[in-house]
Each structure stands twice: as structure tokens, then as C-alpha cells.
């Protein structure tokens, strides 16, 4: 079967399934092992559909959890090409998706044991803590972007007996001044910015909050698929050196949908959040 993916998680899920070598065309983040015989259309949200068709792909993996991906979904559509579009928001959604993926391939079987290694191998970071630490993942550092309720980053932190610092703001991830930071009382930051090339923790820690960073490369945890493992191991690593006090009450935050401005910041090449 010939295969196109165009974005980075569903490249590393088709790797996990031992279907790398069937991609014909993938998008230029994705950087799974198996991909070197496909040919490379474009970043994520730029891609040459016309490329994507002339490779004759009999199946086009896409994903919503990129924003903006849609543009590039419509456009399959008008080429009338075979598409699959996926748009997880938990981690239940990942799973699902990776059986999804087994089933569209013909290697179901295959799909549900990934999913199922994924479920049990994250079940086995979880543990008991005095109170919740609160977690608030950072996608992008200027301006300030971080995960918010309707994350599969919520779900994964619930996971490891975390909770996201944002989960009650509506939506997938949202800019935010310093002060709605410090409002939220993380107890650890996750520097985990997309297409950046250097994590560079030392800027969150340079902003005298007092707060805990890890960083975390966007790989581990900006796409849903198998390799959130990477990521929820570093930030249970993490969480087990926290010193958490008693829980300090929350200073008075902004209400989810109250602030002012335009959709989403977008850092420069690439989205806010996921691949």
C-alpha cells in the first residue's frame, strides 16, 4: 500500500506499525527511521499537494491536531485523493488513532498491540502524590503559548497523578502574559517548544518565577502518537524530585474566553502546537 504522511505524529505512528517503508511521500519535519525513500512535500502546513498526488499515494494520513492543517486537508480533497484525517485531543484519542492507523493499513493487529504497549507502559508512570503538582507546558516562549484544557497534555499529565496548570482554560493551547503564568502557581514548567532548534530553559528560568523547568523536545510530547512515552517519562522523572509544600490558593486568574486579541500567536515557521 502506498502511503503519504504530512505530519510528524502519524509518521512515527506508521514507524511503530513497521510501515515506514510504505510512505511514498511525507512532510519535511517528520524524521521517523524508514521515511528515506519518500519524497518530502513541504512543512506541514505548506505542503505541495500537487507532489503529494504525482506520488500516488493510495492512502493520505493528515491531522487536525497541526492548526491550520485544514487548508491542506481541502486541498487533497479538490485532487480527490484518498484521505484519512485524524484530530486527537487526549490521550484515549492517540490510542484510538494508532488503531485506526493498524485498521486503515490492513495491520490491525498490529495497531492495537502499539496502542496497547503505549496504554500499559504510560499506566506504569503514574504515582500517588501529597497534592497534585501542577504542570503548565510551554510551547512557545515569545509570546508566552502554553497547553490548555482541550490538550491531549491535560490527559497525559492526569496520567502521571498531575495536573495541567490550564486545564480549566477552554481550548487547545492559548498565549498568555507573565502574570497569568505566575497566576496559575505551576509547580513545574515544561519547556517543550515546537520547531524551535535549541530548547533553552534558562529563558523560563531567567523570568524569576522560582519555578521548576524541564525541558522536554517537542518530539516527546507536541505529537500524538507513540512517542508521547518519551515525554511523559521525562516529566514523571521530573515530578519525583518536586518538593511540593501544602497547596497555595490560586491567585485570582483570568477567565477562560475574557481576553482580548486575535487567534493564536504562531511561532516563526511553524504553529503553536503539535506536529
Known amino acids: ?36 525513500g519518500a519524497i518530502r512535500v513541504g512543512p506541514d502546513l505548506d505542503i505541495d499537494v500537487a507532489a503529494v498526488a504525482a506520488a500516488r499515494p493510495d492512502l493520505v ?50 495497531g492495537a498491540a502499539v496502542a496497547g504497549a503505549l496504554s500499559a507502559e504510560l499506566s506504569r508512570l503514574a504515582r500517588p502524590f501529597a497534592r497534585p503538582p501542577c504542570v503548565l507546558v510551554e510551547w512557545w516562549p515569545r509570546p508566552i503559548i502554553a497547553a490548555t484544557r482541550d490538550s ?13 496548570a490550564l486545564g480549566e482554560r477552554a481550548g487547545r493551547s492559548s498565549p498568555l502574559t507573565l502574570e497569568e503564568v505566575r497566576a496559575a502557581r505551576p509547580d513545574l514548567i515544561v519547556c517543550s517548544w515546537c520547531g524551535a532548534k535549541k530548547l533553552r530553559p534558562e529563558v523560563i528560568e531567567a523570568r524569576g518565577l522560582g519555578v521548576s523547568v524541564v525541558a522536554v523536545p517537542e518530539s516527546g510530547l507536541g505529537r500524538p502518537g507513540p512517542r ?3 515525554g511523559a517519562r521525562q516529566i514523571a522523572a521530573a515530578l519525583a524530585v518536586l ?28 504553529p503553536e502546537t503539535a506536529r
Open 1 to 36: 500500500m502506498r502511503l503519504a504522511s504530512l505530519t510528524a505524529s502519524n509518521s512515527d505512528i506508521l514507524a511503530a506499525l513497521g510501515a515506514a517503508g510504505q510512505v511514498v511521500a511525507v512532510d519535511s519535519h517528520s524524521d521517523a527511521p524508514g521515511l528515506e
Open 61 to 110: 494520513l493528515a491531522s487536525l491536531s497541526v492548526p491550520g492543517m485544514g487548508r491542506v486537508v481541502e486541498g487533497l480533497e479538490r485532487e480527490g485523493l484518498p484521505t484519512l484525517v485524524l484530530d486527537p485531543v487526549s490521550v484515549e484519542d492517540t490510542l484510538a488513532d494508532i488503531r485506526t492507523i493498524g485498521e486503515a493499513i490492513g495491520y490491525p493487529e498490529r
Open 152 to 164: 491531549w497534555v491535560t490527559d497525559l499529565l492526569a496520567g502521571l497523578g498531575a495536573v495541567n
Open 228 to 230: 508521547l512515552l518519551e
Open 243 to 270: 518538593k511540593l509544600g501544602e497547596a497555595t490558593p490560586a491567585a485570582p486568574a483570568t477567565p477562560a474566553g475574557t481576553r482580548p486579541g486575535t487567534p493564536l500567536g504562531q511561532a516563526p515557521g511553524r
